[in-house]
Antibody
Framework: QMQLQESGPGLVKPSETLSLTCTVSGGSISSSSYQWGWIRQPPGKGLEWISNVFYSGSTYYNPSLRGRPTISVDTSKNQFSLKMRSVTAADTAVYYC????????????WGQGTVVTVSS | AIQMTQSPSSLSASVGDRVTITCRASQGISNDLGWYQQKPGKAPKLLIYAASSLQGGVPSRFSGSGSGTDFTLTISSLQPEDFATYYCLQDYDYPLTFGGGTKVEIK
């Protein structure tokens, strides 16, 4: 049974780059049946979609984040990653890595989430 | 971006009640809508996809309906484990957008 696990620093300084990795276990990231993505949730607030990636490298981003995120896939490690540059306190959130089933589309598998705090 | 307006933002209900949550899209999204349940401190869980398809393992008291711009999540008989926050998500077009959430509380 496939599982997702986020990893990365829990504390990032303002103006620096947030880096998170999601490790996929129990299955291959190189499946044509899925996209992989990131969703975040600021404290006490709702959910915000950040980005999706296909194993071939096709990427999709939320334009509200003004070009700051970069998503990538490492098929050799069965991992995908998120980098977000120039972070501010507004980027403080729980970050979830997710699997998006295709046709029909749905986020059918979620990691447990990792808390990222932006503070000096 | 497609705006998803979810209502109500919160509701109080008793065990056994029938509960209805609605989501309205700012433009037509066919049936590309999902419903997610989130309990405190936990990741969201998929309940319904493609507006009305029940995700495997989800109790049949949950159902979804709608197409175009108006969608509904119904819990036919609320159970104690159903007290949570529910979100809709449109999967029709990028950027993918969530509704603001509905918190279902115990009356």
């Amino acid at each position: 049974q496939m599982q997702l696990q986020e990893s990365g620093p829990g504390l990032v300084k303002p103006s620096e780059t947030l880096s998170l990795t999601c490790t996929v276990s129990g299955g291959s990231i190189s499946s044509s049946s899925y996209q992989w993505g990131w969703i975040r949730q600021p404290p006490g607030k709702g959910l915000e979609w950040i980005s999706n990636v296909f194993y071939s490298g096709s990427t999709y981003y939320n334009p509200s984040l003004r070009g700051r995120p970069t998503i990538s896939v490492d098929t050799s490690k069965n991992q995908f990653s998120l980098k977000m540059r120039s972070v501010t306190a507004a980027d403080t959130a729980v970050y979830y890595c997710v699997r998006r089933g295709l046709r029909p589309e749905r986020f059918d598998l979620w990691g447990q989430g990792t808390v990222v705090t932006v503070s000096s | 971006a497609i705006q998803m307006t979810q209502s109500p933002s919160s509701l109080s209900a008793s065990v056994g009640d029938r509960v209805t949550i609605t989501c309205r899209a700012s433009q037509g999204i066919s049936n590309d809508l999902g419903w997610y349940q989130q309990k405190p401190g936990k990741a969201p869980k998929l309940l319904i996809y493609a507006a009305s398809s029940l995700q495997g393992g989800v109790p049949s008291r949950f159902s979804g309906s709608g197409s175009g711009t108006d969608f509904t999540l119904t819990i036919s008989s609320l159970q104690p484990e159903d007290f949570a926050t529910y979100y809709c998500l449109q999967d029709y077009d990028y950027p993918l957008t969530f509704g603001g959430g509905t918190k279902v509380e115990i009356k």
